[in-house]
C-alpha cells in the first residue's frame, strides 16, 4: 500500500497563477519529504525538501508547506510559468537509504 | 555535478530476450537505485544496492537481477523479459550517510515486444 499518495493525477494552471499540488502520507514517523519535478524523457531532479520539524520551506519562486496533524504537505509555486509544466512527484525516506514515491501530479501551465 | 549516465536512452527488446540495463555515477556514491516508472504509481523501487556486491531488493524484484562489481556500476538485469515489463527504467544514486537526495540518469525507456 503506497505510503505517499498524491490523489491528483493532473492539474492545469494560467500561467502566473498559483500552482499547488497536494500530498498526503500515512506513516506518522516520516520526518522529511522532497518534491521531485520530471520532464518527459529526462530523469526526476529534486526541487525542495522540508524537515518535520519545520511547517514552511520557501525556495525562490516554490514553497512547501507541511502539515503533521493532518499528514498533509503542499508544493507552492507563484507564479507559475510555462517551463514548469512537468510531472511532480513527493517522496519519503524510507528506511533510511530508500525513498517511497507518491504517484505524480502533471502540471500543465497555460501561456 | 552528480552525473547518472544511462547506457540507452531507448531500447526495444523481444519477449523472451536477457536485457542489460547499465547505469554509471561519477560521484564516489555508495548507494544506488534502479526504479521504473508508470503513470499512476509514480516511482517503484525495484533493487538497490548500498555497496559493491551489496544488493537488497526493493517493492518490484520479480523478474529483475542486478549486478555492482565497481562501485560507480549497477546494472539492471530482466532475465526473460516479458510485455509487462515494457517502462521507463531510472537509476539513482546517493552518498550514504548524506542528504536524502537521490540523483537520477536521464532514464531508458524499454518496450517488450
Known amino acids: 500500500d503506497q505510503q505517499v499518495k498524491q490523489n491528483s493525477p493532473s492539474l492545469s494552471v494560467q500561467e502566473g497563477r498559483i500552482s499547488i499540488l497536494n500530498c498526503d502520507y500515512t506513516?506518522?514517523?516520516?520526518?522529511?519529504f522532497l518534491w521531485y519535478k520530471k520532464y518527459p524523457a529526462e530523469g526526476p531532479t529534486f526541487l525542495i525538501s522540508?524537515?518535520?520539524?519545520?511547517d514552511k520551506n520557501e525556495d525562490g519562486r516554490f514553497t512547501v508547506f507541511l502539515n503533521k496533524s493532518a499528514k498533509h504537505l503542499s508544493l507552492h509555486i507563484v507564479p507559475s510559468q510555462p517551463g514548469d509544466s512537468a510531472v511532480y512527484f513527493c517522496?519519503?525516506?524510507?528506511?533510511?537509504?530508500?525513498?517511497?514515491f507518491g504517484g505524480g501530479t502533471r502540471l500543465m501551465v497555460k501561456p | 555535478d552528480v552525473k547518472v549516465t544511462q547506457s540507452s536512452r531507448y531500447l526495444v527488446k523481444r519477449t523472451g530476450e536477457k536485457v542489460f540495463l547499465e547505469c554509471v555515477q561519477d560521484?564516489?556514491?555508495?548507494?544506488m537505485f534502479w526504479y521504473r516508472q508508470d503513470p499512476g504509481l509514480g516511482l517503484r523501487l525495484i533493487y538497490f544496492?548500498?555497496?559493491?556486491?551489496?544488493?537488497e531488493k526493493g517493492d518490484i524484484p520479480e523478474g529483475y537481477s542486478v549486478s555492482r562489481e565497481k562501485k560507480e556500476r549497477f546494472s539492471l538485469i530482466l532475465e526473460s523479459a516479458s510485455t509487462n515489463q515494457t517502462s521507463m527504467y531510472l537509476c539513482?544514486?546517493?552518498?550514504?550517510?548524506?542528504?536524502?537526495?537521490?540523483?537520477f540518469g536521464p532514464g531508458t525507456r524499454l518496450t517488450v515486444t
Open positions: 560521484m564516489d556514491h555508495e548507494n
Open positions: 517522496a519519503a525516506p524510507l528506511q533510511g537509504n530508500m525513498l517511497t
Open positions: 544496492s548500498y555497496d559493491v556486491k551489496m544488493k
Open positions: 539513482a544514486s546517493r552518498r550514504a550517510g548524506g542528504a536524502y537526495e537521490q540523483y
Open positions: 506513516n506518522s514517523m516520516f520526518d522529511y
Open positions: 522540508i524537515s518535520s520539524i519545520k
